[in-house]
């Protein structure tokens, strides 16, 4: 039984639970629940006891790790119950209260999920105690290719409250409505209408409050569906509104000093990853509807993926008032052209993964280091772990998008993923696709060289077969003519 190394023990004591997923050499994609029931302790090993050799603690006793979607009907089961017996331990679905044994996967229902074995050991190299995890059955060459936190809501110990979400206003001219979270009239009961809902939420402070609950909802089942599979499920917007005072600014970055250059990138990265809170919630409401039986695995990643933007925005927002209070979210230049790309790639979720999750977010990965060592090299500590988080979490977005990618080749006969990708940045981008590459990442990611060496976009020069695109007048109209780049000016 080939077993995977998965992190020291320690490393497993900030959280009870974790994301696992899981890549194989084929390019199969496994995502997994690690639950650790048990309090923190540093020792591997008791005392020989009378003779009996070393004993192992009770507490690796005590780690376990499932499917991460329950065999019913694909619920996320991260923030599933967890109920211990005499002679047992299982996990209870939040959507439908199945329980799941966590030794054997069996449930009283009948069903049964895919639990693998856990042993904790001393590394012949280091020494030093780690945990291993069995391999899924078929595949060769498992990795780790994203390991971390569920949540806050289960870290151990209690974890530092968190930033404050603040209030993004231009001047104290501008009127703040104070709008609920959750809608009198009308709340959303499914996934699809809370998409919809945050897609139609210009206010970015509110946008992040609704995802949070929206995908808190989502994963302790409080929610009737997903909804994609209604034959009234609502549309998403061609393009997100944003708030007057966020629009038409002429501030010139180039002309601000270096305490203000600081701020010009924080800015900067803070309106993509409003954008990017878009761009999950809108592949979610766009997509769902036209792919009925897309695995619920779907949606657990792009809920996943929004929650991560929103906590971006929300990090690098706090940065920016801490180093440049008189110059707040909304009062310097922005872009749009991640909507630009959402607006080429409406018409397929094919194209959508491939340039916005393959190219946008993939190219984020070779410009973080970079954007990292300026805010070193200016002393600002602060933003260089804000960006560090922000970098491991794209990682496993360009996982994501990889892995789905990957779905959709097969759904279309098993479609070479590296030639589809290479044919929709050739029709869906415009000029190289410029390195240097963080190829390490990237491969991490599961974007090998073979996607993306040599490779050009020919949009404007070769015919489009898409549908029609997005109307972007509304955008046009009301975000600033900012020259599109991928990195601030040094």
């Given at each position: 039984?080939?077993?995977?190394?998965?992190?020291?023990?320690?490393?497993?004591?900030?959280?009870?639970?974790?994301?696992?997923t899981?890549?194989?050499?084929?390019?199969?994609?496994?995502?997994l629940?690690?639950?650790?029931?048990?309090?923190?302790?540093?020792?591997?090993?008791?005392?020989?006891?009378a003779?009996?050799?070393?004993?192992?603690?009770?507490?690796?006793?005590q780690?376990?790790?499932?499917?991460?979607?329950?065999?019913?009907?694909?619920?996320?089961?991260?923030?599933?119950?967890i109920?211990?017996?005499?002679?047992?331990?299982?996990?209870?679905c939040p959507?439908h209260?199945?329980?799941?044994?966590?030794?054997?996967?069996k449930?009283?229902?009948?069903?049964?999920?895919c639990?693998?074995?856990?042993?904790?050991?001393?590394?012949?190299?280091?020494?030093?105690d780690?945990?291993?995890?069995?391999?899924p059955?078929?595949?060769s060459g498992?990795?780790?290719?994203?390991?971390?936190?569920?949540?806050?809501?289960?870290?151990?110990?209690?974890?530092?409250?968190?930033?404050?979400l603040?209030?993004?206003?231009?001047?104290?001219?501008?009127?703040?409505?104070?709008?609920?979270?959750?809608?009198?009239?009308?709340?959303p009961?499914?996934?699809?209408?809370?998409?919809v809902?945050?897609l139609?939420?210009?206010?970015?402070t509110?946008?992040?409050?609704?995802t949070?609950?929206?995908?808190?909802?989502?994963?302790?089942?409080?929610?009737?569906?997903?909804?994609?599979?209604?034959?009234?499920?609502?549309?998403?917007?061609?393009?997100?509104?944003?708030e007057?005072?966020?629009?038409?600014?002429?501030?010139?970055?180039?002309?601000?000093?270096?305490?203000?250059?600081?701020?010009?990138?924080?800015?900067?990265?803070?309106?993509?990853?409003?954008?990017?809170?878009?761009?999950?919630?809108d592949?979610?409401?766009?997509f769902?509807?036209?792919?009925?039986?897309?695995p619920?695995?779907?949606?657990?990643?792009?809920?996943k993926?929004?929650?991560?933007?929103?906590?971006?925005?929300?990090?690098?927002?706090?940065?920016?008032s801490?180093?440049?209070?008189?110059?707040?979210?909304?009062?310097?230049?922005?872009h749009?052209?991640?909507?630009?790309?959402a607006s080429v790639?409406?018409?397929?979720?094919?194209?959508?993964?491939?340039i916005?999750h393959?190219?946008?977010?993939?190219r984020?990965?070779?410009?973080?280091?970079?954007?990292?060592?300026?805010?070193?090299?200016?002393?600002?500590?602060?933003?260089?772990?804000?960006m560090?988080v922000?970098h491991?979490?794209?990682?496993?977005?360009?996982?994501?998008?990889?892995?789905?990618?990957?779905w959709?080749?097969?759904?279309?006969g098993?479609?070479?993923?590296?030639?589809?990708?290479?044919?929709?940045?050739r029709?869906?981008?415009?000029?190289?696709?410029?390195?240097?590459?963080?190829?390490e990442?990237?491969?991490k990611a599961?974007?090998?060289?073979?996607?993306?060496?040599?490779?050009?976009?020919?949009?404007?020069?070769?015919?489009?077969?898409?549908g029609?695109?997005?109307?972007?007048?509304?955008?046009?109209?009301?975000?600033?003519d900012?020259?599109?780049e991928?990195?601030?000016?040094?």
């Open positions: 039984m080939e077993k995977l190394q998965i992190a020291p023990f320690t490393s497993l004591l900030t959280h009870s639970r974790f994301f696992l899981l890549r194989s050499h084929e390019g199969a994609y496994h995502s629940i690690l639950f650790r029931l048990t309090p923190e302790s540093n020792a591997s090993v008791e005392d020989d006891k003779g009996e050799g070393p004993q192992i603690k009770p507490m690796y006793q780690i376990y790790v499932m499917e991460s979607s329950c065999p019913h009907l694909g619920a996320d089961l991260s923030h599933a119950d109920e211990e017996y005499e002679t047992s331990v299982v996990a209870v959507w209260r199945y329980d799941f044994d966590l030794r054997t996967g449930s009283e229902t009948g069903l049964r999920a639990t693998y074995s856990v042993e904790v050991k001393a590394d012949p190299v280091d020494g030093i780690k945990v291993y995890v069995e391999t059955a078929g595949g498992w990795r780790l290719v994203e390991l971390r936190p569920v949540s806050e809501e289960f870290a151990d110990p209690p974890p530092i409250k968190a930033p404050p603040l209030p993004v206003t231009a001047s104290p001219a501008v009127a703040v409505i104070d709008e609920p979270v959750i809608p009198i009239n009308n709340p009961t499914t996934l699809m209408q809370w998409a809902l945050i139609n939420t210009p206010d970015p509110l946008k992040v409050r609704r949070r609950e929206a995908v808190n909802q989502f994963r302790t089942g409080k929610l009737t569906a997903i909804g994609h599979k209604a034959s009234n499920a609502p549309r998403p917007p061609d393009v997100p509104p944003r007057e005072f966020f629009t038409k600014n002429t501030v010139d970055p180039a002309k601000m000093k270096n305490r203000k250059n600081r701020a010009v990138m924080l800015h900067a990265l803070a309106n993509i990853e409003q954008w990017a809170i878009d761009l999950a919630w592949i979610i409401a766009r769902g509807p036209s792919h009925p039986t897309i619920p695995a779907f949606f657990s990643d792009f809920t993926m929004a929650l991560d933007e929103s906590k971006h925005f929300t990090l690098l927002t706090s940065r920016l801490a180093i440049s209070p008189s110059t707040p979210y909304g009062t310097m230049p922005v749009a052209s991640l909507w630009e790309s790639t409406s018409h397929s979720l094919r194209s959508r993964l491939a916005i393959l190219v946008h977010e993939a984020g990965l070779d410009v973080n280091p970079g954007t990292i060592e300026r805010f070193r090299k200016a002393g600002d500590m602060e933003s260089v772990k804000v560090e922000i491991a979490d794209e990682v496993t977005h360009v996982t994501s998008g990889h892995r789905w990618f990957t959709v080749c097969e759904q279309e098993n479609v070479d993923p590296v030639q589809a990708f290479r044919e929709e940045v029709r869906g981008w415009r000029g190289d696709v410029k390195g240097p590459f963080n190829v990442d990237r491969e599961g974007m090998t060289r073979a996607f993306y060496e040599g490779l050009k976009g020919e949009m404007g020069v070769i015919p489009s077969s898409a029609a695109a997005l109307d972007l007048k509304p955008l046009k109209d009301t975000v600033a900012i020259p599109v991928y990195e601030i000016a040094k």
